[in-house]
């Protein structure tokens, strides 16, 4: 097989990756989950809690916000923020949310 042909069969093959890089697949699967209703988010009830008081509807909603302003945010608990890096680590989307000043 050439080289060309190796990476014309690799770019078709949708198999997670393309030279180490996440296919658009990949990452359309991943964000996914920012649109799902908290109901259906496998997260902490102290979290679900706290999005449902804030009247936050789902995860992209809720990271938007920035992690200053939700720090800053009354009810918004050390073990909401573990709650919310372990869901976000463990759908490869943790760059999304903001560590910068507003």
């Known amino acids: ?8 069969n690799q770019l078709n093959s949708f198999d ?3 030279f180490g890089l996440k296919t ?3 990452t359309l699967m991943s964000t996914a989950i920012l649109h ?5 988010l496998p997260i902490s009830e102290e979290l679900r809690d706290f999005m449902i008081t804030n009247h936050y509807m ?6 938007k916000e920035g992690t200053p302003k939700l720090q800053r ?7 909401c923020f573990e709650s ?3 869901i976000l680590d463990q759908n490869d989307i943790m760059h ?7």
């Open 1 to 8: 097989m050439s080289v060309i042909n190796f990476k014309k």
């Open 16 to 18: 997670g990756t393309i």
């Open 24 to 26: 658009l697949k990949t």
């Open 36 to 40: 799902e209703p908290i109901d259906k």
């Open 58 to 63: 789902n995860l992209g909603e809720l990271i």
């Open 73 to 79: 945010t009354k009810g918004f608990t050390i073990l």
């Open 84 to 86: 919310l890096l372990d």
């Open 96 to 102: 999304l949310l903001s560590e910068g000043d507003e």
